[in-house]
């Protein structure tokens, strides 16, 4: 209804001749709610050009609407389906947009939108097939041109055709060309696929015919996808998982992407704030109608119940613990023990590269060596550190320094012990001062989480399975000839799934922003119950459903928009 846009949802006060026109125009939607007059839907229009500018209520738009002279007052003090009427445009205007997540424009045009863009969208370098697209305006013309004197092939079937220069006439490769009219494609406008051979010079050469097509330039780095977005294709939490989907390198983040990317938690946001719609409206009733007693019994109690259980649902995902971020940017595993414990050895057997230099003389390692590895599918930063001992030396002495750094802000230690020689004193100090006190945890109730390794295992006696029964719980591994690492590999499996998440429980806040805006949220829930006005309380709510709104895309800026697209490569 007209009515709906005009008087309930336009963020300022209307003006006199703007409301007045507007509610003119459809005094038929107003006569359906409450008149009974068999006269037509434009009889009214000089009645309904006095009510007054954004009434305040729901009482206030009954008294505009009653004429001093009772033509249309009589009618319609009685009548119960004005105030069904009237409850549902409450109802509506406490709502909002309809949707915070949906599949509809996003309201921030792509940068440069009106052209025709062009780019590789497959990777660099030598391959079979090389896959350039357009999107725009311009793309069938484009097509055309490259595929003179055939017409456009039918829409989203692949159709063999010759390429040509459009300048030249001269023939440039024989390759598959797929049509995608808008809006049913990728970004929602019109978009060409040229499917060629992958070398270089073939590649080259389309490019170029591509670029002397009027209309036509280079895409920048994430403008296909920002264009999708632009028209509605991907919410912004979709965008960034098909941004983790391009970067993922373990089989955890590719699963955790693609959840992101098929909405899961664009979803969990649009329930949420679907909550927090309802209780705004039965705020927002409460306020305008309490007085009248045409309210159900329990109002704000059920919206205050409806606030209380999306903060214990927020609560628990704030409480992750950053798995989300570790699952996509990697755990911090730190390997640390004494000299010549077999730390090096340990990193490059579990990187599968040379990363460290090994050698039996100690204090070899002296700076930390960082290397991402795939650790049992979840992604781990691994780093070598110096043996930690008094250093014989400043340079040992830094670099014991730095290795007791990267302890400190480990996610998980790996802390490897000869288990030939535990009685030396550089294997007790180690023993008492990293391995005791993360197993025993700090004075908050919180550990560092810690796996205790064994190493050299093949220098124990015949036979002996265990020689220190009595030390904490660890494993036995055999870098030289890999007895063990199996079992290591399993104990590494079950610790970062604990630190990364498990994709298949549910959505993963996998960046910062997403922990910001919730918290946001849940401080604006806060709020909201220690409201002594209503009017206030109202507020936070929407303040908290502006959070929600934020995460996915619906009120971004433009500086938060133009970080995330940077992340995708050119042609994506």
């Known amino acids: 209804m007209l009515l709906e846009e005009h008087y309930f949802t336009a963020p300022k006060r209307a003006s006199p001749r703007l409301l007045s026109l507007s509610l003119a125009s459809r005094s038929e939607d107003l006569q359906w709610m409450g008149s009974t007059s068999s006269k037509g839907p434009n009889d009214n229009r000089e009645l309904l050009s006095t009510l007054p500018v954004t009434p305040r209520s729901g009482r206030d738009l009954l008294q505009g609407l009653a004429d001093p002279r009772g033509r249309v007052g009589r009618r319609i003090a009685d009548c119960e389906s004005m105030w069904r009427g009237l409850w549902t445009l409450v109802s509506r205007a406490a709502r909002g947009p309809h949707r915070l997540c949906t599949r509809q424009a996003s309201g921030y045009p792509a940068?440069?939108?009106?052209?025709?863009?062009?780019?590789?969208?497959?990777?660099?370098?030598?391959?079979?097939?090389?896959?350039?697209?357009?999107?725009?305006?311009?793309?069938?013309?484009?097509?055309?041109?490259?595929?003179?004197?055939?017409?456009?092939?039918?829409?989203?079937?692949?159709?063999?055709?010759?390429?040509?220069?459009?300048?030249?006439?001269?023939?440039?490769?024989?390759?598959?060309?797929?049509?995608?009219?808008?809006?049913?494609?990728?970004?929602?406008?019109?978009?060409?696929?040229?499917?060629?051979?992958?070398?270089?010079?073939?590649?080259?050469?389309?490019?170029?015919?591509?670029?002397?097509?009027?209309?036509?330039?280079?895409?920048?780095?994430?403008?296909?996808?920002?264009?999708?977005?632009?028209?509605?294709?991907?919410?912004?939490?979709?965008?960034?998982?098909l941004a983790d989907l391009i970067h993922a390198e373990t089989e955890a983040q590719r699963r955790q992407a693609l959840r992101q990317l098929d909405g899961e938690l664009g979803d969990l946001c649009r329930g949420w704030a679907e909550t927090l719609t309802k209780a705004l409206a039965h705020v927002e009733a409460y306020i305008d109608f309490s007085e009248d007693d045409n309210l159900e019994e329990g109002v704000l109690d059920q919206a205050d119940s409806e606030v209380r259980r999306l903060e214990v649902a927020l609560g628990v995902h704030l409480r992750d613990a950053r798995r989300g971020q570790r699952l996509r940017s990697g755990a911090h595993v730190v390997v640390a023990g004494p000299p010549n414990a077999g730390k090096s050895s340990l990193v490059n057997l579990l990187s599968r590269k040379p990363v460290s230099i090994v050698s039996p003389e100690p204090g070899t390692t002296r700076d930390v060596l960082e290397t991402p590895v795939d650790l049992a599918g979840f992604p781990a930063l691994l780093s070598d550190t110096a043996g930690l001992r008094e250093g014989v030396g400043p340079v040992e002495q830094e670099g014991v320094r730095r290795a007791q750094k990267r302890l400190e802000q480990a996610d998980l230690i790996l802390a490897v012990l000869d288990a030939s020689d535990l009685a030396s004193p550089a294997s007790c100090n180690f023993l008492d001062t990293v391995v005791i006190p993360a197993g025993a945890g700090n004075p908050n109730g919180s550990h560092q989480r810690l796996l205790l390794v064994l190493n050299k295992s093949d220098l124990l006696p015949t036979g002996c399975s265990d020689p220190h029964p009595d030390l904490p719980s660890h494993l036995l591994l055999s870098c030289l000839t890999g007895e063990g690492l199996d079992g290591l590999l399993e104990a590494l499996k079950k610790e970062l799934a604990a630190l990364c998440g498990d994709p298949s429980t549910g959505p993963l806040l996998t960046r910062s922003r997403h922990q910001h805006h919730l918290q946001g949220c849940l401080d604006a829930l806060g709020q909201y119950r220690q409201a002594k006005d209503l009017a206030l309380a109202a507020e936070a709510l929407r303040v908290a459903r502006g959070h929600l709104s934020h995460l996915t895309g619906g009120g971004g800026t433009e500086e938060i928009l133009d970080i995330i697209f940077r992340d995708f490569c050119v042609g994506k």
């Open 111 to 241: 940068p440069g939108s009106g052209a025709t863009i062009f780019a590789l969208s497959s990777g660099q370098g030598r391959c079979g097939i090389a896959v350039i697209r357009t999107s725009g305006p311009a793309s069938g013309h484009a097509l055309r041109s490259l595929t003179a004197p055939r017409d456009l092939p039918p829409a989203r079937k692949a159709c063999l055709r010759l390429l040509s220069d459009p300048r030249s006439g001269e023939p440039l490769d024989r390759a598959l060309v797929l049509w995608f009219p808008g809006p049913q494609s990728f970004t929602g406008e019109d978009c060409a696929e040229f499917h060629v051979h992958g070398g270089p010079a073939v590649v080259s050469g389309v490019l170029q015919a591509l670029g002397s097509v009027p209309g036509l330039r280079p895409a920048e780095a994430g403008e296909f996808t920002r264009r999708a977005f632009a028209h509605g294709k991907l919410s912004l939490t979709e965008v960034e998982g």
